[in-house]
């Protein structure tokens, strides 16, 4: 029976997620993971805090079936309710359509598009997610 446990450790969790979604270090960053027999299988960095907004980015393995209640409500409560944000914002590129149906699937919706912004020379997406809709806290 594999066990799962919420993990805070920012530096290893950084590692993490920018080894699966480039990103650049970010002094003050926040992390929390989701580790299962020892081996993280989900990890999201929280950065740009400014009293009412923050961003966050999220990477998994691939079918690790890391969304676990626990872990999303986590994931949202840190933001929303210790922090008091009033809205968690996150981008995509446009050409990354898994991570844009997840997004949309946890009730971010799209609020901008910036052309040309990409790696891949195609555009950004920016999502947000008011406190008020989201459905894990």
Same mark, same amino acid.
């Given at each position: 029976?594999?066990?799962?446990?919420?993990?805070?450790?920012? #530096?290893?969790?950084?590692?993490?997620?920018?080894?699966?979604?480039?990103?650049?270090?970010?002094?003050?960053?926040?992390?929390?993971?989701?580790? @299962?027999?020892?081996?993280?299988?989900?990890?999201?960095?929280?950065? !740009?805090?400014?009293? =009412?907004?923050?961003?966050?980015?999220?990477? $998994?393995?691939?079918?690790? #079936?890391?969304?676990?209640?626990? *872990?999303?409500? *986590?994931?949202?409560?840190?933001?929303?309710?210790?922090? !008091?944000? #009033?809205?968690?914002? !996150?981008?995509?590129?446009?050409?990354?359509? $898994?991570? @844009?149906?997840?997004?949309?699937?946890?009730?971010? =919706?799209?609020? $901008?598009?910036?052309?040309? $912004?990409? =790696?891949?020379?195609?555009?950004?997406?920016?999502?947000?997610?008011?406190?008020?809709?989201?459905? *894990?806290?």
């Amino acid at each position: 029976m594999s066990s799962s446990k919420i993990v805070f450790d920012t #530096r290893r969790i950084f590692d993490f997620v920018q080894q699966r979604n480039p990103l650049a270090w970010i002094e003050g960053c926040k992390g929390i993971g989701l580790e @299962r027999d020892g081996e993280l299988i989900a990890g999201v960095i929280y950065e !740009g805090f400014n009293g =009412t907004n923050i961003w966050m980015h999220v990477a $998994a393995v691939p079918g690790s #079936r890391w969304m676990t209640r626990e *872990y999303l409500r *986590y994931c949202f409560h840190y933001p929303f309710i210790e922090l !008091g944000c #009033r809205y968690v914002r !996150g981008y995509v590129e446009a050409s990354n359509h $898994a991570a @844009r149906r997840f997004d949309e699937h946890l009730g971010f =919706t799209q609020a $901008a598009v910036l052309p040309g $912004a990409a =790696t891949d020379g195609g555009d950004v997406i920016l999502y947000v997610m008011p406190k008020e809709t989201c459905k *894990y806290v």
